[in-house]
């Protein structure tokens, strides 16, 4: 079960004794250049992930392919005062949208939690960092260059990237986990009136949800005590039907992806309330496949 396990804030880099704390990293991450990058480049990440995310430990394997692999991909790794976590994040001066990776160097439950719209959904990059500290998850990414900075810069609506790389590696390593992808969005835009009373939309990018997920829409709605809807058995709107990660892992056969969209008054809330992200995280994993 994950815990609910608040971490000490700090840093250390494999190459200095003293570095930014998750937070100021993922401030120091955020890039205005975005590169797509090369198939093969894509490809060759994505092998990396999977070693990296399948080691008992994951700071060593992380040092072991900075040099060959990890380097060349313009990543490098850095291992967290705050305990037991390493991150993979882009070279200073090398920052190309690739995106922030992190995960616990030893163990973690198999959850992957992820942010790839945190400049545009308001809060999801800090819940997505405050989930993950505060939890036993395995891994999370969040993305670094804004969803419409340009045409191909959202992460989830692109054909392949590093996060799709991540995913698809974290789905060989753990094929029964879950993804939890976070989303916000306005009850104002919504066109439905399901939709407008919404406070959180949770879906897999299909019109056949799995039974769990139906299970995690029930959690939440009496944890929270929030009217959380599943799409499409209770709205028809925000399904995730083009997410390409999301058809991608499910070409793949993985069926552990959870589209999960927040209002803004959750959001606020859940950053600003430890229990009600510890009763979120809770729901997560007592209805894991």
Known sequence: MLSAMLLVPGVMTLASPKAPNLEVLLDQARSEAYAVPATNSINQAQESFKRWLAADDRLKAARELASSRFDALGVEPVALLEPGIVVLTEKAGERRGRGLFAARIED?????????????DLRTGTLARQLFLESDAMAAAWNTTHRYHRDDTDLVHIPDSYLHALSRAFADVYPDGWILQLHGFSSAKRKSRAGRSAQAI?????????RNLAQLTDCLSQRLDIRALLYPRDVQELGATTNTLAADLRRRGFNGFVHLE???QLRKRLVSDADARNSLIQCVTETAP
């Open 108 to 120: 973690g439950s198999p959850l992957l939690i992820q942010a790839p719209h945190q400049y545009y």
């Open 202 to 210: 949770l879906s897999d990018g299909t019109r056949n949800p799995s």
């Open 262 to 264: 927040l209002d803004a």
